[in-house]
């Protein structure tokens, strides 16, 4: 049975939407275990939202029109990905719109306005926060993009995608510059996602949170999609992931059948992933602020080196 | 022959990361890590090339590359290290990330300096030859950059890493009693600066090369 092209993109950000939470639970849950802890279970993540969207909200008396509006924008960008990110299948409609380059940049777009949200309360942890982030951000956006450049010549084109199809129909097996696209696109993500040795997503210690001191002001409904969109981020950079360097699996058509197995692989894909970031995050210690430019400046190197060995080598 | 190009080619990359991450390394321990897995990587690709060019004297040099660089060199320099209680570098003189930098303009360098020689080529190793000369390069920054004698040889080793991964890509390989004769001088050579180290540290009670600024007459 063949699937409309829209559907599939519904089915998608249904996807999306739903496996974002249980994904942040599998790696909450993973964590948990390897630390020694008792977990809080695969759903927790939907009982925090829930609980958080019937809660209200606490708005300061000065926040502006940006405060109330920055959740809805990041959560609306999270979707949007979704929707260019081929997850299940690489016949999107909407793929069309963005490729790579602009799905970078709707990346950045939700964070300038999450700093700007940081700001504008005016709290000391806010700025601090805002800050520190746009810091990061400087850092790793050259790289990222760096990272996606080289994926881009292997693939010859900047549509993920097309990208995606390319390496499906894959030639070569030993491509040097994948190889460090794909090392400097790891580090990026994990400075992207706010994963441990840049910042800690469970911390809430004032000198060392950079994401979570951002959105410290958020309560009710605005801090639920806030939290959920974080989740989708997350998500969505494993997928990215899988969709530019390991890719087999995902459907090139709009077969049922194939869409169902492109699911399933997902699934498996997704769990393995989790399983290394939290080797990373349990084998590493965060790292001092000033030491995230040698972090992120490796990450622009490796970037740099698969662009150059993609000249040099192949 | 297309595969193991590709392997080759892959190698190389390797061959480059760790030349990086020697150039980016501060612990010392970590630092004799990366040249021994350097080593590794060129005798691997040695080999290689030896099995695609049906060379058979490429194989012995692969196993001398394995024994001396893999497994000799890094214990001499793992028994000096424990011996003399180095186990962090002091300070670079430039920056990290500006290292960075400078070692990926000498990789862009290095591939405009052999374009002439990788258009007249015909082996297939040849597109190798700027990642060789990078190689050269990066451990001539590395002496340059570090003040710490033990990783100035490590720069001076992974240099002669370099040099025998550029014959071995340009040329299949120098004549054997060429390589044989540069393999002892090395091996020798890290027998003598293992002696100067504990020399020089007795006497300065530090491997700085700065320090040694204090052997000029004072004026």
């Known amino acids: 049975m063949k699937l409309y092209p829209f559907v599939i993109e519904i089915l998608q950000i249904l996807v999306l939407l739903a496996i974002a939470p249980v994904f942040a639970g599998w790696v909450k849950m993973l964590k948990c275990w390897s630390q020694g802890r008792s977990s809080p279970g695969l759903f927790q993540p939907y009982r925090d939202i829930r609980k958080l969207f019937s809660k209200d909200v606490v708005l300061a008396e000065n926040a502006s029109w940006i405060f109330r509006f920055t959740p809805y924008l990041v959560f609306g960008v999270a979707l949007l990905a979704g929707c260019i990110i081929p997850i299940l299948s690489t016949d999107l409609p909407l793929a069309a719109t963005a490729d790579v380059i602009v799905l970078v940049s709707l990346f950045a777009i939700a964070r300038f306005f999450t700093a700007l949200a940081g700001m504008d309360i005016g709290t000391a942890f806010g700025g601090m926060g805002s800050s520190r982030e746009m810091t990061i951000a400087s850092l790793a956006e050259p790289a990222m993009l760096m990272a996606i450049f080289t994926m881009s010549l292997a693939g010859g084109t900047t549509s993920l995608s097309q990208m995606t199809q390319v390496i499906l129909s894959g030639q070569s097996v030993f491509r040097p510059s994948m190889a460090f696209a794909f090392l400097a696109f790891l580090l990026v993500a994990i400075a992207e996602t706010g994963r441990i040795p840049v910042d800690n997503p469970a911390t809430h210690l004032e000198l060392t949170m950079i994401h979570e001191a951002m959105i410290l002001e958020y309560s009710g409904r605005y801090l639920a999609l806030v939290e959920w969109a974080g989740m989708m981020k997350l998500f969505l950079f494993f997928t990215l992931g899988i969709a530019a360097f390991f890719p087999w699996g995902i459907a090139a058509s709009g077969d049922l059948y194939a869409v169902f197995s492109a699911f399933f692989f997902m699934g498996l894909k997704l769990g393995i992933e989790a399983v290394f970031l939290v080797l990373i995050e349990t084998g590493l210690a965060k790292m001092r602020l000033f030491r995230l430019t040698e972090f992120l400046g490796s990450a622009f190197l490796l970037a740099t080196l698969g662009m150059l060995s993609y000249f040099i080598l192949e | ?219």
Do not use: C
Not at chain 2, 17 to 36: E, K, N, S, Y
Not at chain 2, 51 to 65: D, E, K, N, V
Not at chain 2, 116 to 130: C, G, I
């Open chain 2, 1 to 219: 022959m297309q595969i193991a190009a590709q392997i080759i080619g892959f190698l190389a990359a390797l061959v480059l990361l760790t030349a990086f991450g020697m150039l980016v390394q501060r612990r010392m321990t970590a630092l004799i890590h990366l040249f021994a897995w350097q080593g590794l990587f060129l005798s691997i690709s040695t080999a290689v090339v030896g099995f695609m060019a049906g060379q058979r004297h490429l194989y012995i040099s692969s196993l001398l590359t394995l024994s001396l660089k893999v497994i000799l060199l890094p214990y001499i320099l793992h028994v000096l290290v424990r011996r003399l209680r180095i186990h962090r570098e002091i300070e670079t003189v430039v920056n990290v990330p500006l290292t960075m930098l400078i070692g990926v303009a000498l990789v862009i360098f290095s591939y405009h300096l052999t374009a002439p020689v990788r258009e007249l080529s015909t082996l297939v190793t040849r597109s190798v030859l700027p990642i060789a000369l990078a190689t050269v390069l990066i451990g001539l920054l590395m002496m340059i950059t570090r003040r710490h004698a033990v990783t100035q040889i490590i720069g001076f080793l992974a240099m002669e890493n370099g040099l025998f991964f550029a014959a071995t890509s340009a040329t299949y390989g120098m004549p054997l009693v060429v390589e044989l004769g540069v393999a002892l001088d090395v091996l020798i050579a890290a027998f003598i600066f293992g002696i100067f180290f504990f020399h020089i540290h007795t006497s300065f009670d530090s491997l700085n090369v700065e320090q040694m600024a204090r052997l000029k007459e004072g004026d």
